[in-house]
């Protein structure tokens, strides 16, 4: 069973705009909420972090929020450079044990 | 920035064979994990290691898959008889409390042809 769903499954944007990318989950109680980003053949690198009481957290262009009631996570990225080409993933932690979803994966075009 | 280090980056096997992936985490971390990724598919957790001995693993960690803290900074993965299946990104990484901090390596590639 997947505790973690992420959508859109892909997304392609021009350069210099915003974007945003969503996660729900299951698993609950749950001690943080992460958002890494991984580009191809590489190990995911950390974005943001975030314990359930926390509502939202920023890293530069990147901004998470996160609604516990509903269980919903987003991460936004503001003025999208090419760089920013990579898989996005929503992982959810319980004690050591990080549950990852499936990844959006961002395009960004020139 | 401290790296989690992992080598090789590319391994090819033949089926059957042992394979060791090797791993030197975060100096300073206690807890040590195993991931793959196989190719389009999603990251899953194989096991957590601390204090010497695995805290946990999942199902797929069965009898073949073994792991080991052989000296106090290298973590590896053996791998004792491969399978076509097994080919797959590995990650390594470490943290220095038990749900916080996760640092990833960038991965070997195992292919089993």
């Known amino acids: 069973k997947n505790q973690v769903e992420q959508s859109p499954q892909s997304l392609i944007i021009l350069e210099g705009k915003n974007c945003t990318l969503q996660?729900?989950?299951?698993?609950?109680?749950?001690?943080?909420l992460r958002w890494y980003k991984q580009d191809t053949g590489r190990g995911p690198v950390s974005l943001t972090i975030?314990?359930?009481?926390?509502n939202t957290k920023s890293n530069g262009r990147y901004t998470a929020t996160l609604d516990a009631d509903t269980k919903q996570s987003s991460l936004h990225i503001t003025a999208s450079q090419l760089s920013d080409s990579a898989s996005y993933i929503c992982?959810?932690?319980?004690?050591?044990?990080?549950?990852f979803g499936a990844g959006t994966t961002v395009t960004v075009r020139a | 920035e401290p790296e989690v280090t992992q080598t090789p980056s590319h391994q090819v096997t033949q089926m059957g064979q042992e394979v060791i992936l090797r791993c030197v985490p975060i100096?300073?971390?206690?807890?040590f994990y195993w991931y793959r990724q196989i190719l389009g598919q999603k990251v899953e957790f194989l096991v957590s290691?601390?204090?010497?001995?695995?805290?946990?693993k999942s199902e797929i960690f069965d009898d073949q898959f073994s792991v080991e803290r052989p000296d106090g900074s290298n973590f590896t993965l053996k791998i004792r008889s491969t399978k076509l299946e097994d080919s797959a990104m590995y990650f390594c990484?470490?943290?220095?409390?038990?749900?916080?901090?996760?640092?990833f390596g960038s991965g070997t590639r195992l292919t089993v042809v």
């Open positions: 990484a470490s943290s220095s409390s038990d749900n916080y901090g996760y640092t």
């Open positions: 996660c729900n989950y299951t698993v609950s109680p749950f001690s943080n």
């Open positions: 975030m314990t359930f009481s926390e």
């Open positions: 992982v959810v932690s319980l004690d050591y044990k990080l549950s």
């Open positions: 100096s300073n971390h206690l807890y």
């Open positions: 290691f601390y204090n010497n001995e695995i805290s946990e």
